[in-house]
């Protein structure tokens, strides 16, 4: 079993930064990828960004690509979402996530096994 819970999620306006965190516990954590999901109201969970197991590779959605950062601390068993330039699109629950099959991230939510309880973030205009 795996627990992850996220935090750093909040308001700021357009234009502002914002970094989450991901904790993880329960599992060897350096042996899987992680990923960032994002699911506004009326919407589907969508793929935010992903970072392989060692974190030498990640990979973003178009839309956040230049401003979201993922990394991850293998050491403190932590994943990062580092989010610039905000947009009041960006605004949803962002939610971590575990894929024990892989070691790269994949970027369908049913792929994902294991899921934080999600952090609302919120973007004003």
């Known amino acids: 079993q795996v627990q992850l819970v996220e935090s750093g999620g909040g308001l700021v306006q357009a234009g502002g930064s914002l970094r989450l965190s991901c904790a993880a516990s329960?599992?060897?954590?350096?042996?899987?990828?992680m990923a960032w999901f994002r699911q506004a109201p009326g919407k589907e969970r969508e793929f935010v960004g992903g970072?392989?197991?060692?974190?030498?590779?990640?990979n973003y959605e178009d839309s956040v690509k230049g401003r979201f950062t993922i990394s991850r601390d293998n050491a403190k068993n932590t994943v990062y979402l580092q989010m610039n330039s905000l947009k009041p699109e960006d605004t949803a629950v962002y939610y971590c996530?575990?894929?024990?099959?892989?070691?790269?991230?994949?970027?369908?939510?049913?792929?994902?096994?294991?899921w934080g309880q999600g952090t609302q973030v919120t973007v004003s205009s």
């Open positions: 996530a575990a894929d024990f099959l892989s070691r790269f991230p994949r970027t369908v939510p049913y792929e994902y096994e294991y």
């Open positions: 329960g599992r060897t954590f350096a042996s899987y990828a």
């Open positions: 970072i392989s197991w060692s974190g030498s590779y990640t």
